[in-house]
């Protein structure tokens, strides 16, 4: 079985998988280490979308 995933696919898979070690490992309730794995994921997300842009910047 071959898996082909996109560079974004693959960034996107990663933060899932971080933002629930983070999550768990990091916070004490069930509340916080959802509300803490949100904010990770958002956060691995929305830095593959800045580092899009700043390379897509230096390309030019």
Known sequence: MTLNLSHFAAAVVF???????FGITQKNTPMEQVRYG?????????GVFVAGW???LLRR
């Open 38 to 46: 949100l904010y990770c994921f958002a956060m691995f997300v929305g």
């Open 15 to 21: 933060a899932v998988f971080a933002s629930i070690v």
């Open 54 to 56: 700043v390379m897509a």
